[in-house]
């Protein structure tokens, strides 16, 4: 079992940053791979960024060179550096951690991009 609590979600201006949270109630060298999705409503929850145990990243096209996803090992802390923001990232950003064939997930934190 895999507690995950985010933070940082918030309102920002187009073209502002932003950086998400989610701390993990274990030990993240235990973790597959931590990940962070969106989702808009009545749509389906979309791949973000992820990062493997072993430090590999993946983005979404749509994100990439924008976005920056990192780990403190020490504080079980996953982020998501959320730069050059644009209207179309508005979601509601969830935190996922892969263990071998289970998924788990934090509550969700709400990004607003908007002037």
Sequence with gaps: QVQLVESGGGLVQPGGSLRLSCAASRSIFSITAMGWYRQLP?????LV???????????????????TISTDNAKNTVY??????????????????AVLQSNYWGQGTQVTVSS
């Design 42 to 46: 009545g749509k389906q929850r979309e």
């Design 49 to 67: 960024a992820v990062i493997s145990s072993g430090g590999r990243r993946n983005y979404a096209d749509s994100v990439k060179g924008r976005f």
């Design 80 to 97: 998501l550096q959320m730069n050059s923001l644009k209207p179309e990232d508005t979601a509601v950003y969830y935190c996922n951690a």
